[in-house]
């Protein structure tokens, strides 16, 4: 896993806007920066895909962190957040897969 969009009714419109202007060359740089990045873009379909994301638990443990269990794409990962921090995800730990 690389990067993760939450889905969103208009992502695929402006990823669509943005090719349109883009030279041919350009545009296919924008597809293979979107595949290597997001596990969820189909190079041929030029489309993000909506998959599952499941909390499984929020810990609030202190006025700091919050951790969170999250199943994501078939596997298991503890976010840590700064609360401090504008809420940042400071820390992702892959715990198990399905």
Known sequence: MTNIVFDN???NVKVDSV???LS???RIKLYKYLSDQFD???IDTKKLNAQPVRLIYIKIP???YVYIGIDIY???F???IDK???WKVIKVKKLWDY
């Open 84 to 86: 401090v921090n504008y």
């Open 74 to 76: 078939g596997s298991h």
């Open 62 to 64: 202190d006025d700091r």
């Open 24 to 26: 041919p060359k350009e």
């Open 40 to 42: 969820n873009f189909s």
């Open 19 to 21: 090719a349109k202007y």
């Open 9 to 11: 009714s208009s992502i």
């Open 78 to 80: 503890l976010w840590t």
